[in-house]
């Protein structure tokens, strides 16, 4: 069974909503995970990693104020894409290692539609 | 970040093998070889990693080249639920998966 929830599994909604996406570890804890985004017919892209008690680090031209990252718990990271536009349409998906070093387990992802 | 090289497709038949080759040839020596697949509309899926060795597991098998510049995801037998997107990626130094674009594997019944 998924070992890695990720939740909603789609959304759709307004110009200009704020519109935040969980991904939980359901039997293992993660100080860390990553959260990627993947446009239409494209590879993923990683977006920034999520560090548990501290600040996420992001990648380069990702706009950190307009992804806001939280892990305030080693068994859930939170990504919310705040005054979403059309153009932040894509499938966000989350992933966290059982362990340091170890193979990463990765949710069904987040299919958001900004209208 | 060790630049990956995958073909962009492959066509296989049902219950053939598949041999999904990668070059890596800026790989560091300590960077282990990843492979994680895509079925369409989910999340990836860990399928096999290693370093120098060869390795197996239940879902398939890791052939690593001596100079470790190339590595080859071998499945023995392909199914359709094998149909997806194959992603070959050096780590080392980081936790980070750089994803690159991948081989569309497709099957054929």
């Known amino acids: 069974g998924a070992v890695v929830s990720q939740h909603p599994s789609w959304v759709i909604c307004k110009s200009g909503t704020s519109v935040k996406i969980e991904c939980r570890s359901l039997?293992?804890?993660?100080?860390?995970m990553f959260w990627y985004r993947q446009f239409p017919k494209q590879s993923l892209m990683l977006m920034a990693t999520s560090n548990e008690g501290s600040k996420a680090t992001y990648e380069q031209g990702v706009e950190k104020d307009k992804f806001l990252i939280n892990h305030a718990s080693l068994t859930l990271s939170t990504l919310t894409v705040t005054s979403a536009h059309p153009e932040d349409s894509s499938f966000y998906i989350c992933?966290?290692?059982?362990?340091?070093?170890?193979?990463?387990?990765f949710g069904d992802g987040t299919r958001l539609s900004i209208l | 970040d060790a630049k990956t090289t995958q073909p962009n497709s492959m066509e296989s038949n049902e219950e053939e093998p598949v041999h999904l080759p990668c070059n890596h040839s800026?790989?560091?020596?300590?960077?282990?070889i990843h492979w994680y697949r895509q079925l369409p509309s989910q999340g990836p899926e860990y399928v096999i990693h290693g370093l120098t060795s060869n390795v197996n597991n239940r879902m398939a098998s890791l052939a690593i080249a001596e100079d470790r510049k190339s590595s080859t995801l071998i499945l023995h037998r392909a199914t359709l639920r094998d149909a997806a997107v194959y992603y070959c990626i050096p780590q080392g130094g980081s936790e980070k998966l750089v994803f690159g674009k991948g081989t569309k594997l497709t099957v054929n019944p």
């Open positions: 800026t790989i560091s020596g300590t960077d282990y």
């Open positions: 039997d293992f804890q993660a100080t860390t």
């Open positions: 992933s966290a290692p059982r362990g340091r070093w170890q193979p990463q387990h």
